[in-house]
């Protein structure tokens, strides 16, 4: 039995598979662009459950059907040889296995239950930070990160989780420092620099985060498609702000779906919500919509997270594909018909659907009924408090369109009051206010 770079032990005789291992976890905290590295650690121990159980792991953060068919083989041999596992590893084959079924509240209690014992396994740290953050858990996503940091102080990777973390709980200026000093130690950081990011963004610090991010640019390149792209758009948000639509758009072309992975949902998500983004504004995106269809076609059945399916319907829509939209709502129903736990998928995702639909062809009145009720309860279906503010957006846009102009000015009155500033706030839509 030897030990990682964590210094946790790992079920192998073999050296060779924890310098995979090792790199794997080197790659997942850094968002690398070679996960798959991980494979390489099982060709040289086949019997290592540990190995395995990242590969699962791995392919079900893709987030799509056939990378769900991949994680499979991996997650049973993982459990094959998790007899002769440790307790930690056997936790998270544990945890891997729950994700794979959907029980994330199994999920994220074997990764507490990891971070208690094990407190310097950072790579299950991380997994309960994912699904913290698609429950819409901000407490949990900060609290699993800030018990292991006595364990691991001066590590930079659970620095910059802790500084997204204290972020979406809005201790914005905790979230800042931790994240400054994330980089201190590693420059190269992008979750860290990211977290800064959103600090500047809900600050209304414009250009001080362009200035930020920009000057990261160069790091980028060894991240994997979602982080890069990510970042990108992080940036494409803040020249949002300015009204600078070119430059956004050119951003779109050359780093958000220019270098996208087109299949990956993730990427896909970043690149409908820019382009709704733009035509709130009153920006023609051209045949941007058209150009996204083929890969949205794959996910009409998938339903893997609710945050998701909202963005698909909505790009479905703009492209024209009534009919494929319908397909999709259906196919939503009947998943949800069939979960234990529907709650959430029912009461907001459902309607939040239904809502963004209507919007996106032109339905303003039907958009307002939907949307209004299920308002408060979005963060149920994740995403962060900047991706979510889309859909504020969208369902002010609604009451401007519907010609329902004193009710528009109050909402655009309490974001002023909980933003501070009015930079997100759609020029076009302004406009239409002044002239009311």
Known sequence: MLKDSQGCEVTTNSPRAIAFIDDFTRQSLSYGNNAETILRAIALD??????????AAHYLSLESAEARLQAAPYLQAAK???ATATEREQL????????ATGTIKSAISYHEEIAQKFPRDLISVQ??????????????????AQKVLPASPNNHYLQGMVAFGLEQCH?????????????????YDPWAQHAVAHVMESLGRIDEGIAWMSSFTDTWENCNSMLYTHNWWHIALYYLEKGDTKRVLELYDRHIWGKAWHESSKDQVGAISLLLRLE?????VGDRWEQLTPYLTARIHEHTLPFQDLHYVYALARAGKVELVNEMLFSMQAYIRKLPHRKTWIEVALPASLGMKAHATGDWGKAITLLSPILSRLHEIGGSHAQRDLFEQVYLDAWLRNEQNHQALQLLEKRVAKRRFVASMPLTNIGLLQAS
Request: hydrophobic share 40%; proline share 2%.
């Open 80 to 82: 094959k040889y998790a």
């Open 171 to 187: 201790k914005l200026e905790e979230a800042e420092a931790i994240g400054r000093q994330a980089l201190e130690i590693n420059r």
């Open 92 to 99: 998270y084959i544990c945890a891997i296995d729950a994700w």
């Open 280 to 284: 709130l504004r009153g920006v023609d």
């Open 46 to 55: 086949p019997k290592c459950a540990y190995a395995y159980a990242h590969a």
């Open 127 to 144: 997994r309960g930070q994912y699904h913290y953050f698609y429950q819409g858990n901000k407490e949990g996503l900060l609290n699993i």
